[in-house]
């Protein structure tokens, strides 16, 4: 349906639907006409399935359904199922799943969906939960090509910061394990409605193949790198002994071995340190979930 970027449509859908906006499920819906395109174009959408996160009344949806082979949104709101069937009703590419993400089995509903096609994420994530969605989207090994979100502006150059930088955090760290991040374009508060207090930012992740770095074990390169980050004022040293309950002497020791110095922080690190690190503290970490 044409006219979702327009304030006047969206207040008469609301009026006739009963609708008001969630603040808790984050919703900003866009109605600034050049942003959609632009998504669909940029994230990569034309001739693939696409998985959107979060529907609001569509207006990113009905974007992506001009391109995509096919499109399957998981919105958790129901009051918003009426209204789809409306904006959406010229569509037979469209699939609504009416569940939480996160509690959504992301693997089977591509396999379902998506067989034989090329499949990207694309969404304008709700704000509240951008972290555990990417790390879901990411740390299941989806047969996706690229994840392309709109995020906010801290968030975004948090995630596209190099990870041995001042910026970079837990979050940069598994982003750049999984995948090649960047920058698209910034999008101003006063592009949705209700405005947000923040400007946001358009990303894409694109999903490697392969891992960057040799990890003994995943689980442990993430148990390190969360715990490195926990208290990041602190030396990694310190912060690696108290996150874990470990002594200082055993995890001075184990980056001893990896060649990472003693008094070095977080943020200095690079995905090697961690990974060199994480190796480091297998046997540590074998010995104690026996
Ligand atoms: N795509 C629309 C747009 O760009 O205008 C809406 C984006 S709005 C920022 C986020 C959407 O995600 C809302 O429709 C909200 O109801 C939905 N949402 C919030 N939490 C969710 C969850 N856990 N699972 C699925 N959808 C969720």
Redesign the pocket.
Known sequence: MDGLTNISTIKELMERHGFHF?KA??????VNPSV?PRIAEMGGAVGCGVL??????????DQLARVAKKVVC????QR?LPVLDETLAEYDNVTIVN????E?DLKALIAEHFAGMEVVVC???????TSP?LMRLLEEDLPVKSITV?VQKEAGERICARPGTRQSGALTAAVWFYSEPRQLFHVSRGS?MPAPDVDSSVIRLDVRAEAPVEVTDKKDFFRVVKAAFAQRRKTVHNSLASALGLSKEKVGEAMDRAGVARNARAEQLGLEEFAAIANAMHDIFKEGSK
């Open positions: 969630s499920l984050g919703q900003n819906f866009i959609c959107e996160i979060g529907a609001g009344f569509g207006v990113l949806t998981v919105e958790i709101d918003l569940k939480d993400v996160m959504t969404a304008n994530l709700p704000y509240y939960i969605i709109m949705f």
